[in-house]
């Protein structure tokens, strides 16, 4: 049987997609109302970071504990990765103790080189260019809230990052339209938008970008690995910044989003990131939940 593995939202249709997304909302009702559900009892994940991180952590751990399952947590040093031996060998080797694995790293030819000589299925936490399990989160949030988002305009304000570009992969595959408000030199990367063709555009002013929009994203300036950028970073995004002006040209009903960790008063304002309109911490937990509605669909 072939096996499937999770770099992109693109490696699943848009129909997989929705029932990812519809299954993380059963999941999230049947864990608050007390049922056991153990899929991946005697099944180990096993989740290599070479970028450190919260979220990701706690909620693939977490994940797979709820599910029956258990889950190893490798750092750079807990590897030979970190001493220089191949991907292809860690791969080979690593697959076939266990279950499956997760990847949170830089280079994102890191988890297709890792995917193309692993036995099990590869998820990837987060690359230079896609964070798609973050997207699952995102995309579930809006489902809770708002229904489906076919049809729906979403802004995203800031760095072409890989929060924008699993946006524009998301827009492709479940049919919105996404502006991409990004100062120039930041843009999101080219092969992915010209995938996306008339679903995407890159509109430089924020304010025509959020005119309307349904939901408005953002993100920090600087991500983990940029951080002697910084200064440069705050002068080319001084004007996009996601404040209640901003949210007020959006329409009336729409919700604001953040994958955390955010800056208050750089990249949004702390009134934006606390009011009403933010769905943030909805957004936070639901990593958790799509990511066991991912785990039981790949490992089960």
Request: glycine share 6%; with cysteine; hydrophobic share 40%.
């Amino acid at each position: 049987m072939t096996v499937r593995h999770f770099l992109s939202l693109l490696d699943f249709s848009a129909d997989e997609l929705r029932a990812l997304i519809n299954r993380a909302i059963e999941l999230k009702r049947m864990q608050r109302e007390g049922q056991e559900h153990l899929p991946l009892k005697g099944k180990v994940l096993g989740m290599i970071f070479e970028k450190s991180s919260t979220r990701t952590r706690v909620s693939f751990e977490v994940g797979m504990i709820q599910l029956g399952g258990q889950a190893i947590f490798l750092s750079p040093r807990d590897t030979q990765l970190g001493r220089g031996e191949p991907i292809e060998d860690t791969a080979r080797v690593l697959s076939r103790m266990v279950d499956g694995i997760m990847i949170r790293t830089f280079e994102h030819e890191k988890v297709e080189r890792f995917a193309a000589y692993s036995r099990v299925p590869v998820i990837n936490g987060l690359t230079d260019l896609e964070h798609p399990c973050q997207l699952l989160a995102d995309l579930q949030t809006w489902f809770e809230h708002r229904g489906d988002i076919a049809g729906r305009t979403v802004t995203y304000v800031g760095d072409g990052n890989n929060m924008c570009n699993s946006y524009i992969n998301a827009a492709q595959r479940l049919g919105f339209t996404l502006r991409a408000a990004c100062p120039e030199g930041y843009d999101p990367d080219p092969d992915l938008l010209a995938a996306a063709g008339d679903a995407v555009s890159v509109v430089r002013d924020p304010a025509d970008a959020v005119w309307n929009a349904d939901l408005v994203v953002t993100d920090v300036w600087a991500s983990m690995g940029q951080e002697d950028e910084q200064a440069a970073r705050r002068r080319a995004f001084s004007d996009y910044v996601v404040d209640a002006a901003l949210m007020e040209l959006a329409n009336p009903d729409a919700l604001f989003m953040h994958c955390l960790p955010a800056h208050r008063e750089e990249e949004v304002s702390t009134e934006v990131l606390e009011g009403p309109q933010s769905v943030v911490w909805d957004e936070a937990e639901n990593r958790l939940h799509a990511q066991k509605a991912l785990l039981e669909f790949l490992l089960a």
